[in-house]
């Protein structure tokens, strides 16, 4: 497999990040990456959703046109890729779809806590919070707070 630099796209909404994304991705399975291996990172469920959609949607449309083919094949600076090129990457994304690091910052650091809880200081199983869990046990912490400094005012300043 030839090198291919990590990569950080930062851009604003409907700027092309899925579209390079997706190339991104698929020039990584084209020089032989294993698909467990690529880490595709973004802020939210849905757009990780529209990245793995868009993959398999280049993917099998390039696998069964071969003037899709083509296009993708530039796309992702493999010229040389063909149907069957994409067939390959597209079997070996399905195979591997269990094992794939396709979704949120949150969910990847999520499961890396979870592997290495201990080193974390973490005890015990752990899980992430919603938005209404977070607002409910910050109002709980901060009522235990001024509970506990009644007496002292300048505590509850």
């Known amino acids: 497999m030839s090198r291919i630099p990590n990569m950080m796209i930062r851009a604003s909404a409907g700027t092309g990040k899925t579209f390079q994304l997706t190339n991104r991705f698929i020039r990584l399975l084209l020089c032989g990456a294993a698909p467990e291996r690529i880490i595709a990172l973004t802020f939210t469920r849905k757009a990780a959703g529209e990245f793995f959609e868009g993959i398999l949607h280049k993917l099998a449309e390039a696998s069964d046109d071969p003037s899709k083919a083509t296009e993708l094949a530039k796309g992702t600076g493999h010229p040389e890729a063909g149907p ?67 007496g002292n005012r300048g505590g509850q300043e």
């Open 84 to 150: 069957a090129e994409f067939r390959t990457a597209l079997r070996r994304l399905v195979d591997s779809m269990g094992h794939l690091s396709l979704g949120t910052i949150d969910s990847f650091f999520h499961r890396v806590l979870g592997m290495f809880s201990p080193e974390y200081g973490l005890g015990g199983e752990f899980e992430m919070m919603s938005e209404f869990q977070r607002k409910h046990v910050r109002l709980s912490v901060l009522e235990t707070l001024f509970t506990r400094s009644r």
